[in-house]
């Protein structure tokens, strides 16, 4: 795929001022995916309802995922410019929603509406970088994204610590908004609007079947065998409307004049592949962020500042993984050894952290993070320059967001899922020696107030409960590696 038009017609300072301006903007989409994953256990403490604060994580993430093919489209149909700016606009009036909600349900809900505008922000932010560079360019430029990525997912879970013990978790979602004003002016002067044509055609149509697809997917997932049993009318009716709504996507997508997922791109190897492995790859990462705060701050008593500098080590792998295989594109133009090495080296990493328990050394679990790191980073760099260097010029926006769409569908599904095994292994270990009403509210503070004898029993019991998440996420891992072996490489153009 050569250069764009865009790209030649655009100077070199407007492209560079461009880029800053993409990854500023990815930056602040993506701090909001995780600056919640150390206050969970304080806002938890403070609103209740342990039992649903996955769904903090799960919110964001399904309306992100559901955001990622609609902005991507949309930007292909409106111009880049116009879609990001309306992105970050969404994504502020869902940080405020969150920052005074009184209640749990209002900060799911807040979730849901900022998630909304952060998926759509990454997608077209990474979909602008096509349109300025060539291929071998433009995956240097990938990478260095994918450590602006990674980068934020380390401040995030770091500022999010300083400011629940400092001012409060209110403020976690007000953090932002000085960055987003920022990036709003920066993309105003940085990137060109696209003249008024001919009026696209949107397929509605498709993108409300898709946002009932993936919402059932996600309820499913996270519901049965907990909240719903498997066997009850309710959970079979959920999972009936889910399929009948899959069903109804891709009947409606085979026929559409311009689907908002066009299923002819799942007929490319590196789109299919990536996709899949990108899937399993996020169910890890995800499951990962979420949980091994819960783990430090309970189980080990870390403050919630300190267990988001736990997340450093595997940020730092992150970031330098995904560096390191931008420039090792750039260079050869060469890639597929790149995921196959990286995700048998996450499943042995998810495989250690399974073995986490009281007694666990903090050196370790800094080593494994290390090692979750490695194994993460090259699938952010790798996957969107090979989608990218295989899609039509025309689907370069919805090709880009199918990328980060099924990594965040991996993230829900992953929260969900593995939400559902801790919380019934939870149950399970500590029956008998917690009430269950107080589950909902179990905290490090709780648990030390315990007797000696049965706060060790509780502890272990905890510790318990987060192992199976990272062998069942070993496992996941694993599949992601036998995948990426079918990846068909072609090799990225000069220019």
């Given at each position: 795929?050569?250069?764009?038009?865009?790209?030649?017609?655009?100077?070199?300072?407007?492209?560079?001022?461009?880029?800053?301006?993409?990854?500023?903007?990815?930056?602040?989409?993506?701090?909001?995916?995780?600056?919640?994953?150390?206050?969970?256990?304080?806002?938890?403490?403070?609103?209740?309802?342990?039992?649903?604060?996955?769904?903090?994580?799960?919110?964001?993430?399904?309306?992100?995922?559901?955001?990622a093919p609609i902005f991507g489209k949309l930007?292909?149909?409106?111009?880049?410019?116009?879609?990001?700016?309306?992105?970050?606009?969404?994504?502020?009036?869902?940080?405020?929603?969150?920052?005074?909600?009184?209640?749990?349900?209002?900060?799911?809900?807040?979730?849901?509406?900022?998630?909304?505008?952060?998926?759509?922000?990454?997608?077209?932010?990474?979909?602008?970088?096509?349109?300025?560079?060539?291929?071998?360019?433009?995956?240097?430029?990938?990478?260095?994204?994918?450590?602006?990525?990674?980068?934020?997912?380390?401040?995030?879970?770091?500022?999010?610590?300083?400011?629940?013990?400092?001012?409060?978790?209110?403020?976690?979602?007000?953090?932002?908004?000085?960055?987003?004003?920022?990036?709003?002016?920066?993309?105003?002067?940085?990137?060109?609007?696209?003249?008024?044509?001919?009026?696209?055609?949107?397929?509605?149509?498709?993108?409300?079947?898709?946002?009932?697809?993936?919402?059932?997917?996600?309820?499913?997932?996270?519901?049965?065998?907990?909240?719903?049993?498997?066997?009850?009318?309710?959970?079979?009716?959920l999972i009936g409307a889910t399929l009948a709504?899959?069903?109804?996507?891709?009947?409606?997508?085979?026929?559409?004049?311009?689907?908002?997922?066009?299923?002819?791109?799942?007929?490319?190897?590196?789109?299919?592949?990536?996709?899949?492995?990108?899937?399993?790859?996020?169910?890890?990462?995800?499951?990962?962020?979420?949980?091994?705060?819960?783990?430090?701050?309970?189980?080990?008593?870390?403050?919630?500042?300190?267990?988001?500098?736990?997340?450093?080590?595997?940020?730092?792998?992150?970031?330098?993984?995904?560096?390191?295989?931008?420039?090792?594109?750039?260079?050869?133009?060469?890639?597929?050894?790149l995921p196959v090495a990286s995700t048998a080296?996450?499943?042995?990493?998810?495989?250690?952290?399974?073995?986490?328990?009281?007694?666990?050394?903090?050196?370790?679990?800094?080593?494994?993070?290390?090692?979750?790191?490695?194994?993460?980073?090259?699938?952010?760099?790798?996957?969107?320059?090979?989608?990218?260097?295989?899609?039509?010029?025309?689907?370069?926006?919805?090709?880009?967001?199918?990328?980060?769409?099924?990594?965040?569908?991996?993230?829900?599904?992953?929260?969900?899922?593995?939400?559902?095994?801790?919380?019934?292994?939870?149950?399970?270990?500590?029956?008998?020696?917690?009430?269950?009403?107080?589950?909902?509210?179990?905290?490090?503070?709780?648990?030390?107030?315990?007797?000696?004898?049965?706060?060790?029993?509780?502890?272990?019991?905890?510790?318990?409960?987060?192992?199976?998440?990272?062998?069942?996420?070993?496992?996941?891992?694993?599949?992601?590696?036998?995948?990426?072996?079918?990846?068909?490489?072609?090799?990225?153009?000069?220019?």
């Open positions: 795929m050569t250069a764009t038009p865009q790209a030649m017609e655009t100077p070199g300072h407007h492209r560079r001022l461009a880029i800053w301006a993409v990854a500023v903007t990815l930056f602040v989409a993506s701090t909001g995916q995780t600056i919640v994953s150390t206050a969970l256990p304080v806002i938890t403490a403070d609103l209740g309802g342990l039992n649903r604060m996955t769904w903090v994580v799960t919110a964001y993430l399904l309306a992100s995922t559901v955001g930007g292909d149909l409106f111009g880049r410019k116009a879609v990001m700016q309306a992105g970050l606009g969404v994504f502020t009036l869902g940080a405020l929603i969150c920052g005074v909600a009184p209640s749990m349900e209002v900060l799911i809900a807040g979730r849901a509406v900022q998630g909304l505008g952060g998926g759509g922000l990454i997608v077209v932010a990474m979909a602008v970088v096509a349109d300025l560079l060539p291929p071998r360019e433009r995956s240097r430029v990938q990478g260095a994204l994918g450590g602006v990525f990674g980068l934020s997912t380390v401040v995030g879970p770091l500022v999010g610590g300083f400011l629940v013990q400092s001012l409060g978790w209110h403020w976690i979602f007000f953090a932002n908004l000085p960055v987003v004003a920022v990036a709003w002016v920066v993309l105003q002067s940085a990137l060109r609007g696209r003249a008024p044509g001919a009026r696209p055609r949107i397929d509605v149509a498709g993108a409300a079947l898709l946002t009932a697809t993936l919402s059932g997917l996600v309820l499913v997932t996270s519901m049965g065998g907990t909240v719903l049993g498997w066997g009850e009318p309710a959970m079979l009716a709504s899959l069903m109804g996507f891709l009947f409606v997508e085979s026929r559409a004049v311009a689907p908002i997922l066009p299923l002819s791109l799942f007929r490319l190897n590196a789109v299919a592949v990536v996709n899949a492995a990108g899937l399993l790859v996020g169910m890890a990462m995800f499951g990962t962020i979420t949980f091994l705060p819960l783990y430090l701050q309970v189980v080990q008593g870390v403050s919630p500042v300190l267990s988001g500098m736990f997340l450093l080590p595997m940020m730092g792998g992150l970031i330098g993984a995904s560096m390191v295989s931008g420039r090792v594109m750039g260079r050869t133009g060469r890639y597929k050894a080296l996450l499943a042995l990493a998810m495989l250690g952290l399974s073995r986490l328990g009281p007694d666990t050394p903090l050196w370790q679990v800094l080593a494994l993070m290390m090692a979750t790191g490695l194994g993460i980073g090259p699938m952010m760099s790798v996957g969107v320059a090979a989608i990218q260097n295989a899609v039509p010029r025309s689907m370069l926006g919805v090709g880009t967001a199918s990328a980060n769409m099924f990594r965040l569908i991996g993230g829900s599904l992953g929260t969900s899922i593995f939400g559902a095994v801790f919380g019934a292994g939870l149950a399970q270990n500590l029956a008998g020696r917690v009430e269950g009403a107080g589950l909902g509210t179990i905290s490090r503070d709780s648990v030390m107030a315990l007797d000696p004898q049965l706060r060790e029993s509780v502890l272990a019991g905890f510790a318990a409960a987060l192992d199976p998440i990272f062998l069942l996420a070993a496992g996941i891992a694993t599949l992601a590696f036998a995948v990426t072996l079918l990846l068909r490489e072609v090799p990225l153009a000069e220019a």
